[in-house]
Antibody
Framework: QVTLKESGPGILQPSQTLSLTCSFSGFSLTTYGIGVGWIRQPSGKGLEWLAH???????YYDTALKSRLTISRDTSNNQVFLKIASVDTADTATYYC??????????WGQGTTLTVSS | ENVLTQSPAIMSASPGEKVTMTCSAS?????MHWYQQRSSTSPKLWIYDTSKLASGVPGRFSGSGSGNSYSLTISSMEAEDVATYYCFQGSGYPFTFGSGTKLEIK
């Protein structure tokens, strides 16, 4: 059974760095063709892909946010991490992690909400 | 960036009515995928590889299309289909989602 669960700080002040963790089970991030990605959704708005990391440690980022994003993994503990530098109010959103296989995100976590406020 | 334009943004249908929503890509893609998101829940993979139904998806749903133009069809609207549907392309970077079609029931 594939499961993913996100965790994060809940609230940050502008200019701080956001650190998110995705803990997963039911698959290995060392299996060929498997990846884990991050997607966010501001309240009442659409989905925005941010980044993902593949089984071979290749990493891809959204073009507009690339300078602020860092994705990494711990394959031993089945975790993927995302850092977003210098957050501001526009980063307030629900952040999802999801497994990618066969070109689509087939399993999603429940999401973790972030509020950026001074 | 491959921009995905969904239409309509909002639509409503009566029970039993046929529903069709579209997704237009600014650049051709190999496959289109669709997600269903009900209120306050995580998105669920609904249709993948353009026309394949994800596990548990009712047979009244179908997907079709090629190149730049794709669609999701519900043959007979039911109350449980109320949700927002997003198209998604993972054919090229950056990955992109459409802005969604919100489906309501009359």
């Amino acid at each position: 059974q594939v499961t993913l669960k996100e965790s994060g700080p809940g609230i940050l002040q502008p200019s701080q760095t956001l650190s998110l963790t995705c803990s997963f089970s039911g698959f290995s991030l060392t299996t060929y063709g498997i990846g884990v990605g991050w997607i966010r959704q501001p309240s009442g708005k659409g989905l925005e892909w941010l980044a993902h990391i593949w089984w071979n440690d290749n990493k891809y980022y959204d073009t507009a946010l690339k300078s602020r994003l860092t994705i990494s993994r711990d394959t031993s503990n089945n975790q993927v991490f995302l850092k977003i530098a210098s957050v501001d109010t526009a980063d307030t959103a629900t952040y999802y992690c999801a497994r990618i296989a066969g070109g689509n995100f087939d399993y999603w976590g429940q999401g973790t909400t972030l509020t950026v406020s001074s | 960036e491959n921009v995905l334009t969904q239409s309509p943004a909002i639509m409503s249908a009566s029970p039993g009515e046929k529903v069709t929503m579209t997704c237009s890509a600014s650049s051709s893609v190999i496959y289109m995928h669709w997600y269903q998101q009900r209120s306050s829940t995580s998105p669920k993979l609904w249709i993948y590889d353009t026309s394949k139904l994800a596990s548990g998806v009712p047979g009244r749903f179908s997907g079709s299309g090629s190149g730049n133009s794709y669609s999701l069809t519900i043959s007979s609207m039911e109350a449980e289909d109320v949700a927002t549907y997003y198209c998604f392309q993972g054919s090229g970077y950056p990955f992109t989602f459409g802005s969604g079609t919100k489906l309501e029931i009359k």
